[in-house]
């Protein structure tokens, strides 16, 4: 995918702030510290689009991005483990659910997980709940390079075991060695492409 332009569009906690819903949306979705920012970066060959932060939970709006005029990506607040007032916390879930459940334009969510650690309940919720909304997903597992090859595919197929779905199903994803950035492209291409037909 060749990227002519990338821009912020604003940030919202409420369908109100929205943007106008002109353009196909692709949402992501992680746990807190989970490399959501990095994978968003490397996909639009950007190295500060999306604030980066090695404190978890940091993002606690859901944020807007324009892509070449062509679709809009939106980073969503991350969830789990997170060192802000629980007050916030408890924003986060209406906020998102708000978000996906009413978002006309919002075409499928890349779920966000660690090579390095099982999915939890939080990720199989989150899945069921994208089901059964009807929304695509694609499924990512970052920070490949933390681990051998040997080793990823071991967490690969564990990983595929405990979300009951094909290994195949799960792009390794790197930012440091743009490993996948091609394939999670083909992905969000593809449901593009789907929707627009349907």
Same mark, same amino acid.
Request: charged share 25%; aromatic share 8%.
């Given at each position: ?20 819903? #002109?353009?196909?949306?692709?949402? %992501?979705?992680?746990?807190?510290? @989970?490399?959501? $920012?990095?994978?968003? #970066?490397?996909?639009? #060959? ?7 932060? $090695? ?9 807007? %991005? ?25 924003? *986060? ?5 708000? %978000?996906? $459940? =009413?978002?006309?334009?919002? =075409? ?16 199989? !919720?989150?899945?069921? *709940?994208?089901?059964?909304? =009807?929304?695509?997903?694609?499924? @990512? ?7 051998? =090859? ?31 950035? !091609?394939? @999670? *492209? ?13």
């Amino acid at each position: 995918m060749k990227i002519r332009s990338a821009d912020f569009i604003t940030s919202a906690t409420k369908s109100s702030q929205y943007p106008p819903a #002109n353009l196909p949306e692709i949402a %992501f979705a992680g746990r807190s510290n @989970v490399g959501k $920012s990095s994978l968003i #970066n490397t996909l639009v #060959n950007r190295k500060h689009l999306v604030k980066t932060s $090695s404190t978890p939970g940091r993002t606690q709006l859901i944020n807007f %991005f324009n892509i070449n005029d062509a679709m809009v990506f939106v980073d969503l607040p991350g969830y789990g483990y997170a060192k802000v007032p629980q007050s916030i916390r408890k924003k *986060w879930g209406p906020m998102i659910e708000t %978000f996906l $459940s =009413k978002r006309e334009t919002l =075409k499928g969510v890349v779920v966000i997980m660690d090579i390095r650690r099982t999915p939890g309940t939080e990720e199989r !919720d989150l899945i069921s *709940w994208l089901d059964y909304y =009807k929304i695509a997903s694609i499924l @990512v597992i970052t920070k490949a390079d933390k681990l051998s =090859k040997n080793k990823q595919l071991k967490q690969q197929a564990a990983i595929a075991q405990t979300l009951s779905v094909v290994k195949e199903d799960l792009i390794l994803f790197s930012a440091k060695t743009r490993l996948g950035r !091609d394939a @999670v *492209w083909e992905a969000i291409l593809a449901l593009l492409e789907r929707n627009s037909l349907s």
